[in-house]
Every structure is written in structure tokens, then in C-alpha cells.
């Protein structure tokens, strides 16, 4: 360890006031019937709101409490700058509370705790990046009560190891961090925006019919070719409560694809990092492959994945697991919880994104029904009511190309975003070992 390097606990870094070290309150002092529509409200940090590996908090789906209830909870408020940790669930979660945010405290809820760092001996920037260090998430799995939902507590977070350099030292290693983690943001910007466009698309195509309404009143769309305007029945039909084009069919989601249920696995099937294929969970959908991807040489009745392919998760938490992503990256195997959808055609995929996108709040819905503990699933059954608006295969092609380039550069926003991690996460581990230094 270089000189002046110190080796000590988050506890002993922790600020001299009260509550610099806490948790959020007890299930029944914080319940969704505590939240309120209200702009002066207090926001209230959950899972959600912490970061998935680059953004170090996500204030998208903040929900709020009135100011009295957050009074009555002061031991367990946050403010700009403290460290938040999940306690409960996703153990591994780390977050910092950003202070260019129009709110000057936040309340924790049940399953987080916080960390008010010594501003004279730790910069939360660096105790945020070193609690994502391997050594610190190989703490936090030793030390997981995994009994029920994993949980961990208080005690733990307190003797929580840590790597102390300099004041100076600790800034300029999260500022070489940080620069790489915007980089990464940027990637994610550009695909959210890519994913919105073909979003807008699919439902400017397939739920507004706008094409055909078009056509019905003799002009072409902006987004329909001649060869398709040609083809196009300029008509509608209508079948109980639904009005849609002529040439549609009405089918069950579940004869659209075949949803493959990903395959579990254990301790046994695991090998060592980088040997065999990695296993993908909702963290790698959300991170990419990262040092704590679990990796396996051979599974029998595997489910295999690869690039291109469409994956539906279909168990988690409501707010934050249910989702559907495209997988840009190489062959690997597909974890439990997980479909893997497998449209008859390939040309048939950009379709189908755009229609589990579209079926998100539904898909919620139905996991919400089944919610314990915080968590909720989907089964097929629920998949077998969800009657579409099928359009005929002119149109699944035309979406296709129409779409083409736009999926092109997400897997290339994809692509980049790897190497970007690989380079941060290689960099973090040198950093926070003291293999590498730089100068403040």
C-alpha cells in the first residue's frame, strides 16, 4: 500500500453529526399511501433511483412525500452528496445524491441507507467508485443474508472496508472515473433517443394507423414509400370496440413468437472469469458484461443468446426488472426469468420490439397483480390475453427497413458502451489497488 495510503472502515469516515450513517424507516412509518401528488413534496429514494452502473442516481421515477411525513422520518433523510446504498434487493446497488437537483433533502425509503462523508478526509465521489470496486461487492456478497429476499444492514455498511489515499489523490481518481462514466451516459442518451424514434414509429404505424388514415384520405405519409402506398387498402374495419385497418388480423401475442424461458442456474455450472459464455441477467440487459458477470462452459437444456436477439424479462421488480431489451452483444446463455423471443421471421423483430415496448404498461399491470415482497412476474397465461392488432407481412417488412439504420447504431451505441466499460472497469480495479496513481 503506498504511504499515506490508509486502510480503515466507511464508519470512520463518516461526518460528525447525527444520523451520518442510517436507514430508511420501518415498512409500516413509509407506505405507497404516504405519497402525494405534490410539487413542494420530499422525494423519496428507492432502488430505482440509484444507478445501474454509470449514472450514479436516476431521478426519472422519484416519488414524494408530504413535508410533515418527512419531518417525522429526519433520521432517515439523505441530502446532495451522500452515498446511498441499497439494503434490501439489488444488495449491490450504489448511488450518489447529485446536487444540481431542485431539491435540498430526500427521504430514504425502507430498503436503502445513506453515508454523510467527512468532507476534511473523504470525497463521496471517490467512496462512491471505491464502493463499486470488486473488493467492496465481494464484501457485500459475503455479507448478504441471503435467507428470503437478500438483504443486508447497518452493521455491515459500517465496517465496510475501504482504501483511503489524499484528499487531492481521491479527486483526481474520480474525476478520471467520471469522465469515462460520461462517455457512457452519452451512449445511453443516444440509445434512448434511437429507441424512442422507433417507438414513435411503431406507434405512428401500428396503434394510430396513420399510413392508412392517410391513404383513406388520398395522401401518402411522409413515412410510407410509393412501393407501399401502392399496396396500401386504403380502409378500416371495425370488431367490437377496435377500429383498424382493413388487412389486419386480431391474434394472441402468443402466436406472434415463441416466448423461451432462460435456464436456471447454480453454483456448480459456474466457471471462472472469462471461460465459457457469460450468463445474462437483468444486470447485464442494464450494465453490460461487467467483473461480476457469472460466466459457464457447458449447460445442459441451456437457452443460447446472441447477437440481435429480443429478450422480454418477465420477473423482478415491477418498477425497475419488466422490460425489453435488444441484446447487441456475442453468444452466451440466457438466465432464468428471462424470454428469449423468437419471431418466425427475422424480419419480423423490429415489429415485435416495437409491440412489447408498446404492451409495457399492460406487461406492468400484470406483474403488479402477482407482486410479493416487491416482487411481481408475468406468465404466459397473461401473454395468451393480449390480443393484437396483427398487420399483414408487407407491413412487418416495410416497418423493418424503415427501422433498419436506427437499429444499426443502437447496437453500435452498444458496442461502444462495452469497450467504454471494459476500459472503466479495468481502470477502477488498477486505480483502486494502487497499481496504477495519478498525479493530483
Not at 333 to 343: C, D, M, P, R
Amino acid at each position: 500500500m503506498p504511504a499515506h495510503w490508509v486502510r480503515c472502515t466507511l464508519d470512520a469516515i463518516k461526518a460528525d453529526s447525527d444520523n451520518a450513517i442510517a436507514g430508511g424507516p420501518f415498512g409500516s412509518d413509509l407506505t405507497q399511501a404516504d405519497y402525494v401528488d405534490d410539487p413542494d413534496g420530499v422525494p423519496v429514494i428507492r432502488g430505482c433511483n440509484l444507478g445501474h452502473g454509470e449514472r450514479r442516481f436516476y431521478p426519472d421515477e422519484l416519488v414524494f412525500v408530504h413535508p410533515s411525513k418527512a419531518d417525522a422520518l429526519r433520521r432517515s433523510q439523505a441530502y446532495p452528496g451522500d452515498v446511498i446504498f441499497t439494503q434490501r434487493g439489488t444488495v449491490s446497488q450504489v448511488g450518489l445524491v447529485p446536487d444540481d437537483l431542485p431539491w435540498r433533502r430526500f427521504l430514504l425509503s425502507q430498503s436503502q441507507m445513506k453515508l454523510t462523508c467527512d468532507l476534511s478526509r473523504a470525497d463521496p465521489e471517490y467512496v462512491y467508485y471505491w464502493c463499486r470496486s470488486p473488493e467492496v461487492q465481494r464484501y457485500v456478497e459475503n455479507w448478504t443474508i441471503a435467507a428470503g429476499v437478500p438483504h443486508t444492514n447497518l452493521s455491515t455498511l459500517r465496517q465496510t472496508p475501504l482504501l483511503l489515499p489524499p484528499l487531492a489523490e481521491q479527486r483526481a481518481i474520480a474525476g478520471a472515473l467520471s469522465a469515462l462514466d460520461r462517455r457512457i451516459s452519452l451512449c445511453d442518451d443516444q440509445r434512448a433517443v434511437l429507441v424512442q424514434l422507433v417507438e414513435l414509429l411503431f406507434r405512428t404505424w401500428f396503434i394510430d394507423h396513420e399510413p392508412t388514415a392517410a391513404k383513406e384520405n388520398g395522401l401518402r405519409h411522409p413515412t410510407v414509400d410509393e412501393a407501399l402506398y401502392s399496396r396500401l387498402a386504403p380502409a378500416f374495419t371495425v370488431e367490437g370496440d377496435r377500429r383498424f385497418p382493413l388487412a389486419y388480423r386480431l391474434l394472441p401475442l402468443t402466436e406472434l413468437a415463441e416466448f423461451q424461458n432462460g435456464s436456471a442456474f447454480g453454483l456448480t455450472d459456474f466457471s471462472p472469469a472469462g471461460e465459457g459464455l457469460p450468463i445474462i441477467k437483468i444486470g447485464e440487459l442494464k450494465q453490460g458484461i461487467t467483473r461480476q458477470t457469472r460466466y459457464c462452459v457447458h449447460r445442459d437444456g441451456g437457452r443460447r443468446i446472441d447477437r440481435g436477439d429480443l429478450l422480454l424479462s418477465w420477473s423482478g421488480n415491477p418498477d425497475t426488472s419488466i422490460d425489453t431489451f435488444l441484446y447487441f452483444g456475442g453468444p452466451a446463455w440466457l438466465n432464468q426469468h428471462i424470454f428469449k423471443v423468437a419471431t418466425k421471421r427475422p424480419e419480423d423483430r423490429a415489429y415485435m420490439f416495437g409491440l412489447l415496448r408498446s404492451l409495457k404498461p399492460r406487461l406492468l399491470a400484470f406483474a403488479r397483480a402477482k407482486q410479493t415482497t416487491g416482487l411481481g412476474h408475468i406468465t404466459l397465461k397473461d401473454l395468451r390475453t393480449l390480443v393484437i392488432e396483427y398487420p399483414p407481412v408487407m407491413m412487418r417488412d416495410a416497418f423493418d427497413a424503415l427501422t433498419a439504420p436506427y437499429f444499426a447504431k443502437i447496437g453500435a451505441c452498444d458496442e461502444l458502451r462495452a469497450s467504454l466499460v471494459a476500459a472503466r472497469d479495468e481502470l477502477l480495479l488498477r486505480l483502486m489497488s494502487a497499481e496504477a496513481r495519478l498525479r493530483p
